[in-house]
């Protein structure tokens, strides 16, 4: 007789489109979800293409003429229901990012509470998208007023379930635009939960859709006509794909990608706040943040520092206060830059390599790794690694450390750790990043100001939040009149 094999069990059933408000089946083939903490299977998505994603354009074009005509402060109403069920349902939509995504409790609250604060701008935009008026000859007036771009995509990455969606969800939708969300196919759940508490918060169907897949459907998503504008935030190589497709499909674009952070530590720098700032900042989220400190430039006498750093990463452990990565694919990947690194001279001072977590062997632990004396040329210095490794270059001053920063094609975010007005200022003129942090070792704009890097982190004008996102997410119209018969003719009107 045949073997056969034992039936798999996965938690939750799989993860399915959403389109016109309701649940569908894409048409293409599934792909397993891992749990990344324990590597057992988790669920299943589809892997949509073109007629999944014509179907949810479909949908979205159906909803626009009824949605963008609501006024604005009719729309915001959505998103504060909206952002009280994100409080009602806190703890679980985090532990639902924990289990697909791996990152800790606290991480996973933390991504929840920064969605609630990103659903907060949207519900202020009222007060802020108000148009301008000018007479600007006798009896003639001008006058801008924001519309909706029209269907728009937006395709997000692993690393955020949660929060990158709500980069873009609640001002595209509040400016009146209706969205189809891409999410990743490493963690299509949250993404079903954000459909159902829009549902619950009063959304029409149609104007918010989810459709799941990878390489297939981001392709059709730049390709179709109906979409008028597309975010992505991934990786550089993806984001240039999707910038030249969907520009070249002339659509509007903003494609934001990697990143490979430095953090410029002067000697004078207060231990304790800097070591513990740089830990975190290297291994939050396991080191798998756009915003993650990837090298520490060490300037001149700060051999104390380094010293603090590496007892301070001690402290971080594998399956207490460090998730997994997502992967085994990332787990090689991080594994082979430590060892390269090592076998070109750099001297390991942590290493979380071949990290099992008891009762989790099966999960994707890299620990918190340290290098000294990598050397700026070393591709642990210039490439992204994405992992809790922290490469730590040495620099003989300041001028030196800015000039290893300069380099990098990348260019997210920068900080400067010293207790020196002057020597802030004059790295953050200097930084060549979009993002700058002064004592601060993750310095995520918050809201209302705006998140975007610089070079090959971001492709394309504008920002993806805050006030920035605006005139992404809209179109003005100049309009010009006259009613008063006295007030004559000029050279314009
Ligand atoms: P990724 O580029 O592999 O995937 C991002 C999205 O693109 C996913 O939805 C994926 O399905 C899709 N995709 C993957 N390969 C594709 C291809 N060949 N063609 C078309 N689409 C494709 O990125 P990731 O691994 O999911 O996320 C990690 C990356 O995202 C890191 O590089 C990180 O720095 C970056 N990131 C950047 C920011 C930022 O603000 N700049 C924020 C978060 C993450």
Redesign the pocket.
């Known amino acids: 007789m045949p073997a056969t094999a034992a039936p798999v069990s996965r938690k939750y059933p799989p993860a399915l489109n959403f389109v016109a408000g309701r649940f569908v089946a894409g048409g293409g083939s599934l792909l397993e979800v891992l749990n990344p903490s324990d590597g057992a299977p988790l669920s299943q998505v589809t892997l949509s293409s073109a007629p999944d994603l014509d179907a949810a354009v479909r949908a979205a074009q159906e909803a626009l003429p009824a949605w963008s005509a609501r006024p604005i402060k009719e729309r915001v109403q959505v998103f504060y229901r909206y952002r009280s069920l994100l409080e009602r349902d806190f703890a679980a939509l985090a532990a639902l990012i924990t289990e697909e995504h791996g990152k800790t409790r606290a991480e996973a609250e933390a991504e929840i509470a920064k969605a609630i604060e990103l659903t907060e701008f949207a519900c202020s935009l009222p007060q802020i998208v108000t148009g301008e008026v000018l007479e600007v000859s006798r009896g003639v007036e001008c006058r801008t007023d924001r519309h909706p771009v029209g269907v728009v995509a937006s ?6 379930p949660s929060m ?1 969606p709500h ?1 873009t969800i609640p001002n595209a939708i509040a400016l009146g635009n209706c969205l189809v969300l ?5 963690v299509p759940l949250s993404a079903g939960r954000i459909a159902e508490l829009l549902t619950e918060a009063g959304l029409p169907a149609g104007v918010f859709n989810v459709v799941h ?7 059709a998503i ?1 390709d179709h006509p109906g979409i008028a504008a597309v975010t ?8 240039q ?2 910038y030249r497709r969907g520009t070249a499909n002339l659509k509007r674009v903003l494609a ?4 490979k952070n430095h953090l410029l530590v002067l000697p004078d720098a207060d231990l304790e706040m800097t070591s513990s700032n740089v830990v975190a900042s290297m291994s939050g989220c396991t080191g ?4 993650a400190a990837s090298v520490m430039v060490a300037v001149g006498g700060t051999d104390h520092i380094v010293r603090r750093v590496v007892e301070h990463a001690r402290a971080v452990v594998p399956g207490q206060n460090l998730g997994p990565v ?1 992967s085994q694919e ?1 787990r090689d990947r991080i594994e082979r830059y430590v060892r390269e690194a090592e076998q070109a001279g750099a001297t390991v001072l942590l290493d979380g390599r071949s990290t099992v977590v008891p009762g989790r062997e099966g999960g994707f632990y890299v620990g918190p790794t340290v290098l000294d004396h990598v050397r700026p040329d070393m591709a642990i210095a210039r490439e ?1 690694v ?1 992992g809790p490794v922290l490469a730590i270059v040495r620099a003989k001053n300041v001028d030196q450390a800015l000039a290893i920063e300069n380099a990098s094609s990348y260019g ?1 975010a920068a900080a400067v750790f010293t207790e020196s007005g002057g020597l802030a200022r004059y790295v953050t003129e200097r930084a060549g990043a979009g993002m700058i942090g002064v004592n601060v070792g993750v310095p995520v704009p918050r809201e209302p100001f705006s ?3 610089w070079n090959d ?2 492709f394309g004008v504008g920002d ?1 939040t805050g006030h920035g996102s605006i005139e992404f997410w809209t179109r003005t119209k100049k309009t010009t009149t006259k009613w008063n018969r006295d007030a004559g003719t000029n050279w314009m009107s």
């Not at 395709?155 to 955020?160: A, G, K, L, Q, T």
């Not at 990878?214 to 392709?219: D, S």
């Not at 798998?288 to 915003?291: A, D, G, I, V, Y």
């Open positions: 395709i997000v990455p692993f690393n955020f990158v980069w891409k999410p990743s196919e490493q897949g990878g390489r297939e459907v981001v392709e730049c992505f935030v991934g990786s550089t190589r993806v984001a794909l999707v934001l990608g990697g990143a798998q943040r756009c915003m997502i990332a992204e994405f997210n998140f975007g890097g982190s971001k993806i």
